[in-house]
C-alpha cells in the first residue's frame, strides 16, 4: 500500500545546458526522457566528446534559461549575453557522451551573430579551449539508460545517465552536520545546487530516499533506478568555480556504496504530467 508521508516537491531545476547553470521554473513537464527542456543542449569537444564541468568548471559560472522559440539564453561575465535558436536544419555531428554515440545539430547563428561560427567562438574563447554546442533536436534519438538499471525502451538525453535526478532537504542537512565535524569544516555548508537535481523534495527524514522504490509527484510516477554516484562537479563551487575536497571528503566517510559516494536518487518517469512546485510527495512502494 501507498505510504502517504507530509512530503512536498520543494524546488524543480531544468539544465537547458549540460554542466551550465540551470533555473528554477515554478511547474515543469515531464517527458520520457526527462524535464521537459533539461539538458537537450551540450558542448563538445574538437574529437566530439561532450565537455562537462569535470573538464571545464567555469561552465557553473554561464546562466542558461529559455529563449522565446526554444531556444536557449546564455551570459556569464566575459561573455556577455547569447541567444541561441534552435537548429531547424543544419549541420548532423555526433556527440560521445560516456563512450555513447549521439546524434545531435550544430547550434545555429545566435542574436547578433552573422553566423553558427559566432557561437562557437565566443564559447570558446570564453572557456580557453575550442568548443561547438549542439542541440538533441529529436529525443527519440536519445541513448538508452544503463541496461542494468533500465526498461525496455527507456532513455535519456544529455543528462550523466537518467532522466531525472531527486535529493532531499534533509539529507543536506544531515550532510553538511557530517561536514562540520570532518576535515574541512570551513567548507560547509553546501548549497543544492552542488548535487544539481531536478527535483528537492522536503518533508522527509534523513536519508529516507535510501528506501524509495517508486514515487508518486502530483500527478507523475517515478521508478526510483539507483543511487546517484558523485564527483568532482559536487566539489565546484557553482558561484565562483573554485574547487575544494567537500562533499566527496565526507561521502567517501559515510555515504559509499558498491565503490560508488552516493547523494540522492535517479528517476525514470513512468508516466508524463506536469509537476508543480509544493506537489505532495507519496512513496508508493
Known sequence: MPQPFHAVLHALRVHPVKSMAGYAPDSAAVEPWGLAGDRRWTLIDTA???????QQP?????GAEPGPDGGVRLSAPGL????????ETGD???????????????ARPGSGERDADGVHRRLSGYLGA???????????RSRPVDPA????GETVGFADGFPLLVTTLASLDALNSLVSQGDHPEEGPLPMDRF????VVAGTTPWEEDGWRRLAVGEVTFRVAKPCGRCVITTTDQRTA??????????GRHRRLDGRLVFGQNLVPESTGTLRVGDAVTVLD
Open 242 to 251: 573554485e574547487r575544494g575536497r567537500e562533499p566527496l571528503r565526507t561521502l
Open 80 to 87: 556577455g549575453a547569447l541567444t541561441v535558436g534552435v537548429p
Open 196 to 199: 544539481r537535481p531536478n527535483l
Open 149 to 152: 538499471f533500465a526498461l525496455p
Open 58 to 62: 567555469r561552465l557553473a559560472l554561464v
Open 130 to 140: 575550442e568548443v561547438r554546442l549542439v542541440h538533441l533536436d529529436d529525443p527519440a
Open 92 to 106: 548532423r555531428v555526433v556527440a560521445e557522451i560516456f563512450g555513447t554515440e549521439v546524434d545531435a545539430v550544430l
Open 48 to 54: 566530439g566528446k561532450v565537455v562537462t564541468q569535470r
